[in-house]
């Protein structure tokens, strides 16, 4: 998993409080996807963003959840008034094409805890 | 929809005991079928991907292969280190093109006893 970063990787936050989650993709990959895992669940694909641009955000809460990917930076997955529901692991991959075929490389993840 | 079903959800080998993982998909239009391994922690690692059926891949004790309907991971001769989720995704043709999302199955739990 090295070369995708994603900051922080645990994440307290009371309910009502907004959560930013960060991701640096692998150097040359231009697309990033945000994946929400549950316990005892799969990935569940969130959103999916080239530079500057949302792709798919076909996954995404329609409250309260944002992303971006800006030309300069990392992506953020931005969530507001937190609720314990949205305690979970976020994953964030990078690939460098998007076509066919090409794998996706996770990082660790941010695990946000809603107390 | 597509969807992606993994079995068993839980698997426990003695070391050596060589077995399969199954991976059954429901897609319009496969564009490629991904394995990982994913440590506790840790994300999802990628293994293989596999663009057809008859395809094989291998990687050490690791063999997966597809047919047009489900994948099989097979592990040969498993060792403690190969303790691990093994998780199963396709990607699927989207009408446009656009999205290049992996759909994920829940996983199989593998625990390899020394």
């Known amino acids: 998993n090295a070369g995708v970063m994603q900051n922080p990787r645990h994440l307290v936050r009371r309910r009502g409080q907004e959560a930013r989650l960060r991701c640096s993709p692998m150097k040359g990959h231009s697309h990033v996807y945000w994946y929400r895992q549950l316990p005892e669940e799969g990935l569940k694909f969130m959103v999916y963003l080239q530079k500057e641009n949302i792709i798919d955000e076909s996954g995404m809460p329609k409250e309260r959840f944002s992303a971006e990917f800006p030309k300069e930076g990392p992506s953020i997955l931005r969530i507001q008034q937190v609720v314990r529901g949205d305690s979970a692991a976020y994953f964030c991959?990078?690939?460098?094409?998007?076509?066919?075929?090409?794998?996706?490389?996770f990082g660790n993840g941010t695990r946000l805890t809603v107390t | 929809e597509d969807q992606v079903t993994q079995s068993p959800e839980a698997l426990r080998l003695q070391e050596g005991e060589s077995s399969s993982l199954n991976c059954s998909y429901t897609v319009s239009g496969l564009r490629g079928l991904f394995w990982y391994r994913q440590d506790p922690g840790k994300g999802p690692e990628f293994l293989f991907t596999?663009?057809?059926a008859g395809e094989e891949k291998e990687k050490e004790r690791l063999k997966a292969t597809l047919t047009k309907k489900e994948s099989f991971l097979h592990i040969t001769a498993p060792k403690p280190e190969d303790s691990a989720t093994y998780l199963c995704a396709v990607q699927a043709a989207t009408v446009g093109g656009g999205s290049e999302k992996l759909v994920f199955g829940k996983g199989t739990k593998l625990t390899v006893n020394p």
């Open positions: 596999l663009y057809s």
């Open positions: 991959a990078s690939s460098p094409t998007g076509g066919r075929g090409s794998p996706l490389h």
